[in-house]
């Protein structure tokens, strides 16, 4: 009868915080690619409203408008600066998690090689304990034939 591997609960414990962290990657995966979105749409937004900015502006704008048009093409730039730095940390929590990610996961591998070499041991001591019981029992035979 083979022997049960003696780091099973930490190779269970080693898959749960690989999936752990493969969800946790996803997830900062999601959240950057998130950011990234909400950057292009303040771009997009930003140039639209400068240019419709310019062809009012070519039509002719009285001094509020003009004041207006700047100060709202003001707040989407901060928006944007705002946006760009949450996308900086996001791409940093998601190589952070990626690491962390890859770290668990060899770490998951040691263990599961760990256990690849215990249970094939273990076929081998079988297979070799399986082989002399047959042999036993030939020599037996043999000896019985003799008699």
């Known amino acids: 009868m083979t022997k049960p591997f003696a780091l099973q609960t930490v190779l269970d414990l080693m898959q749960i915080r690989t999936d752990e ?3 946790n990657l ?3 995966i999601a959240n950057e690619k998130d950011a990234k979105a909400k950057l292009e749409m303040l771009q997009r937004y930003r140039d639209e409203y400068a240019t419709r900015f310019r062809e009012s502006a070519q039509k002719g704008l009285t001094q509020r408008e ?3 048009f700047q100060q709202f093409l ?3 730039d901060e928006a ?3 946006q760009r730095k949450t996308v900086a940390t996001q791409v940093r929590n998601t190589a952070a998690g990626q690491v962390q990610w890859q770290q668990q996961k060899k770490k998951l591998q040691a263990f599961d090689t760990l256990s690849e070499r215990h249970f094939s041991s273990e076929n081998a001591r ?3 304990k399986e082989q002399k019981v047959q042999d036993e ?4 035979k043999k000896d019985d034939k003799a008699i």
């Open 21 to 23: 962290a493969t969800r």
């Open 26 to 28: 996803a997830r900062l």
């Open 66 to 68: 003009w004041h207006n």
């Open 74 to 76: 003001n707040r989407l």
């Open 80 to 82: 944007i600066d705002v």
């Open 126 to 128: 079988e297979l070799k």
């Open 137 to 140: 029992f030939a020599a037996r």
